[in-house]
Nanobody, 115 residues
Framework: QVQLVESGGGLVQPGGSLRLSCAAS????????MGWYRQAPGKQRDLVAR???????NYADSVKGRFTISRDNAKNTVYLQMNGLRPEDTAVYYC?????????WGQGTQVTVSS
């Protein structure tokens, strides 16, 4: 069983930055892929970024060049560094972790980009 605890969301002005963290806790284990989805009001949940256990990454076109996903395997934590934030980035951000053929989700953290 994996529990994901998210932090780092909040209100930021356009052009600002936020760093989201998602820490996986539980018994001793090795997580495979981790990543982030987001869901804006009235829209479907959309994949933002993912990272494999080996460090390979991919991003949604809308965030390429602005967001960076990384992970610290020793801490079982995945991060999302968000720079150059835009109002259209406003959404609830959900982290996930894949472990033993199951996908575990964080509770979500609100990111609001507004002046």
């Amino acid at each position: 069983q994996v529990q994901l605890v998210e932090s780092g969301g909040g209100l930021v002005q356009p052009g600002g930055s936020l760093r989201l963290s998602c820490a996986a806790s539980g018994s001793s284990f090795s997580i495979n892929n981790m990543g982030w989805y987001r869901q804006a009001p009235g829209k479907q949940r959309d994949l933002v970024a993912r990272i494999t256990s080996g460090g390979s990454t991919n991003y949604a076109d809308s965030v390429k060049g602005r967001f960076t996903i990384s992970r610290d395997n020793a801490k079982n934590t995945v991060y999302l560094q968000m720079n150059g934030l835009r109002p259209e980035d406003t959404a609830v951000y959900y982290c996930y972790a894949d472990y033993q053929s199951r996908r575990y989700w964080g509770q979500g953290t609100q990111v609001t980009v507004s002046s």
